[in-house]
């Protein structure tokens, strides 16, 4: 099931565009540590395609190539000894879906404060299993100002957000939409 994101429009898109330039300017545009040389060279421009005619779906279904992720990782049991396993079957739809989100709540913020608007917690997919905590935050607002700076500065695998006290799940279904 692919995310309803409910404000996303032409000016949603021009300002997630505007945010991945931003990061590609400053150098800190999140790749995956999973994907190989070849997904890392060629994901910024698929980002942008996706975000300028796609969704996350088709983001999604452009990373899904052997090409451009890694097949093993190496991973630390809680003892610290280190093992090889294979990188999950859905690995580029867990990417796809939380980097295009992660664009589309920046563009948001950016709206919310342009416009004098505010932000909500809503849930954007439904998921299977639903967390308390993740349920929890449904319906709450969110400061745009703090949560803009926090989507800005962190990288997308540290899902706790300091300045916004925004904290999710990796797939937990969760965006914002404007008031």
């Known amino acids: ?3 309803n994101f409910l404000n ?17 300017k400053t150098g800190t545009v999140y790749t995956s540590t999973r994907f190989t040389t070849e997904g890392i060279t060629a994901y ?14 088709s983001l ?30 859905i690995a580029y739809l867990t990417f796809a879906e939380g980097e295009f989100n ?4 920046r563009a948001l913020s950016l709206r919310a404060i342009s416009e004098n608007r505010n932000l909500e917690i809503y849930r954007a997919k439904e998921v299977e299993n639903h967390q308390p905590d993740s349920d929890a935050k449904i319906g709450e607002s969110i400061n745009a100002d703090d949560f803009l700076k926090d989507l800005q500065e962190l990288q997308v695998n540290n ?20 008031t």
């Open 1 to 3: 099931m692919s995310f």
């Open 8 to 24: 996303l429009d032409d000016e949603t898109r021009k300002l997630m565009l505007s945010e991945v330039e931003r990061d590609e």
């Open 44 to 57: 910024s421009s698929l980002l942008k395609e996706s975000i300028t005619r796609g969704t996350e779906t």
């Open 60 to 89: 999604a279904e452009s990373l899904n190539k052997p090409q451009f992720f890694k097949s093993t990782e190496t991973s630390t049991t809680k003892t610290g000894a280190s093992y090889t396993k294979g990188v999950s079957d």
């Open 102 to 105: 992660k664009y589309y709540m």
């Open 159 to 178: 899902f706790t957000y300091p300045a916004s006290g925004w904290s999710r799940k990796p797939n937990s279904g969760l965006s914002v939409k404007l």
